[in-house]
């Protein structure tokens, strides 16, 4: 091997899941464990003097829990000393998805959960997802290491709004004049947005600069295991002005209104006349993923792609990037969130590499943009 190993932080309580998880570590050439401990406290400790590339984090652990960990492991990464990425590995549930969306919003790059509870004894069951995950993470060197703590206040922290292309945003009309224009919002019938890793963060932002009247339905698949899109959706709906769903099979898409795509389904299409309805489907993952932005992105492909404007978020991977391309051949118009501005720039860089993208935005200029889409 000519490349070093993987340097891995285990942060967990429990002993037996220290020994197991470290046992996935070292069974991967490209892996070397840097050390174990059991609570954030020690984690700290550690990081003062060993160094590591992932810290895999449980979340509930006594003296202090995942959450304190990042708070202030974070705040001293402006010294560039801490660049470990911190993937969460515990024992998540529906109940407890808030914590691990304020985990993520505190800097965590993703999450998986332990299969069967705190102590699981089949985790080995997803060896291969934790270690590819590992090296995913580990892959994306460009990863924004957040290290203001007011950036995670829930405020918007995003610069000024200009553009990143030759364009300038217009200083058009507001949002009332557009909306009322049936002209020019007859040009377009949806908004697609795909995201994943960083996407929660980023959606957090997005989601809530919509305006109320909104003209289209705004559909979004963003990579997140079943049982937490419902409270991922439901805590877009307390901080967003229009209305946000979890998508259900054969529902109505309403404009002026956001679905997610649930939990290992993907979201699909379906048109009659000029009513949009969900489907929702159960068959393998397309591009790696369930829900995929491909396989959304493919299924508004085949009905009218002219019609939909599609953004591409920050996440890793290429899921989304193959069929937003088909998109804009056929006419549609397509914006990608800029590097700068992203967690994890894989999913826009692949699609902007595909010279398709006709706009790479900062996040706060991805409303505007759409805006001044809609306006022509």
Known sequence: M???????????????????????????????????????REALDFLQTGQADIITLDLEMPVMDGITFLQQYYSAAHTGKNTARVLILSSLAEKTAPIT????????????????????????????????????IHAERHLTIKSNPAEHSGQSTTKPCQSTTAHTLSAGPGSEAIFSNKAAISRYELLLIGASTGGPQALRNLIPSIDPGFPYPVLIVQHMP?????????????????????????????????????????????????????RLDEGPKVSGHKPSVDAMLCSANAINPAKYIAVIMTGMGADGAREITRLAQAGGKTIAQDKDSCVVFGMPRVAVSLGKIHYVEPLGCIYPRILDIITG
């Not at 002993?15 to 991967?28: P, T, Y």
């Not at 079943?226 to 805590?235: C, L, N, P, R, V």
Request: with cysteine; hydrophobic share 40%.
């Open 2 to 40: 000519t490349n070093q190993p993987i340097r891995v932080l285990i942060a967990d309580d429990s002993v037996f899941m220290r020994k197991l998880i470290r046992d996935i570590f070292e069974s991967a050439d490209d892996f070397t464990v840097a050390g174990t401990v059991k609570n954030g």
């Open 226 to 278: 079943e049982g937490f899109t419902k409270s991922f959706a439901d805590h877009l709906n307390q901080i967003s002005r229009i209305p946000v769903h979890e998508a259900e099979d054969g529902q109505e898409l309403k404009t002026g209104e956001v679905y997610i795509a649930p939990g290992n389904k993907h979201f699909l299409l379906r048109k009659t006349g000029s009513i949009y309805c969900a």
């Open 101 to 136: 969306f304020k985990a993520m919003e505190l800097g965590a790059v993703d999450f998986i959960q332990k299969p069967s509870g705190s102590i699981s004894l089949d985790i080995k069951s997803i060896a291969d997802n934790i270690l590819q995950k590992a090296r995913d």
